[in-house]
């Protein structure tokens, strides 16, 4: 199995020939190699490498020992973005790294974000629950900061933003919060939010919403072009679509029963056969695995700083993160949004 190296003994004159396309990642080689890669996280001052890794399964789908692994076998590659939430697994998610910082001693290396506002104790993002939950995750990551912190408004539209913004401005003030995302916000709630930035308020630098080559919209509409006004980076969830543009569920027969199982058949029609056919002509031609390449398209979108990806054990790891390292030509990315149209 290669890691991180298709494209890297690529000569120039291959590259142009290709007509890579200009926000390619950029192709990297090996083991450790990666903690030399690390982009812009929009303005927040960050810099991570251009894959989040995602802790939804921990303390649900996956044990400590497992999630442990797929940490170390992220941060061993180069990683060192972890992105979870107050809501996953009702914040057993969190307990899990938490340990694992402290065993590994890696608080220091890892650019840590957490999704607030799904918890059922502390919901919503009203000013007394946002310090709560706030509090209540320092609390379970045993750490002193959250580095990036994601209002997710998918079960509150209606608190007052201005109200929201101030208590973001009094942890930040308070040291307990860096940088501010959101999650679940409406494009006119952003353009209010920037109105409130510019009076003062904290103001909203990355977005976290749900897209992939299966599921278009609705980033590509609105979202997309506030993001691109405001200059805001976008870590995309749901990169592999609850694993189905890994290319590892073909058929209904064999799929899992529950919501994930339904999920996944919903999308084994016409559209995500004509897909996964794409994908897997492009994997084979740079041999690299299908869910690399579903990653390495994500990359290739102006608007996306790093995917968050979600694995259920450290060998998905090995296959995704070498969708950092993806050189997708200008003719691969184009066949590759025309098979999801």
């Known amino acids: 199995m290669r890691l991180f190296s298709v494209g890297a003994g690529a000569s120039t004159d291959r590259a142009q020939q290709q007509g890579e396309h200009p926000s390619a990642p950029i192709p990297i080689v090996g083991p450790g190699i990666g903690e030399t890669i690390r982009v812009p996280l929009g303005e927040t001052g960050y810099e991570t490498f251009p894959l989040m890794l995602g802790a939804a399964e921990f303390g649900w789908n996956v044990d400590l020992e497992t999630s442990h692994g797929i940490l170390d076998r992220y941060l061993e590659f180069g990683g060192n973005a972890i992105h979870t939430a107050d809501g996953f697994s009702g914040g057993r998610s969190e307990h899990i790294i938490g ?8 608080r220091d290396r890892a650019v840590l974000s957490v999704r607030i506002g799904a918890h059922a104790d502390n919901p919503g993002l009203g000013s007394v629950n946002l310090v709560r939950a706030v509090e209540g995750s320092l609390t379970r990551l045993g750490v002193e900061r959250i580095d990036v912190l994601y209002l997710d408004a998918t079960l509150d539209a209606t608190t007052n933003l201005e109200d929201t913004l101030a208590t973001v401005e009094w ?11 959101a999650f ?3 494009p006119e709630r952003l353009v209010e939010a920037r109105i409130l930035a510019s009076a003062g308020y904290p103001r909203i630098q990355v977005i976290d919403a749900p897209y992939n080559l299966i599921r278009r919209q ?3 509409g609105d979202l997309r072009l506030v993001a691109g006004a405001q200059n805001l980076a976008v870590t995309p969830s749901h990169a592999l679509e609850h694993g189905f543009l890994s290319g590892r569920h073909r058929n209904k027969a064999l799929t899992s029963r529950g919501v994930r199982g339904e999920q996944l058949r919903g999308h084994l029609n016409r559209r995500g056969t004509k897909i996964l056919r794409a994908l897997d002509q492009v994997a084979e031609e740079l041999a690299v695995p299908v869910a690399a390449v579903s990653v390495a398209w994500l990359l290739a ?3 996306v700083a790093a995917p968050i990806v979600n694995t259920f054990a450290t060998d998905h790891v090995d296959e995704l993160m070498q969708g950092a390292g993806v050189s997708l030509s200008r003719s691969h990315v184009a066949e590759l949004t025309r098979a999801g149209n």
């Open 99 to 106: 340990q694992w910082l402290r065993s590994r001693g890696r």
């Open 171 to 181: 942890l930040s003030d308070a040291g307990k919060v860096g940088a501010l995302g």
């Open 184 to 186: 679940g916000l409406s």
């Open 218 to 220: 609705p980033f590509e």
């Open 301 to 303: 979108q102006r608007t």
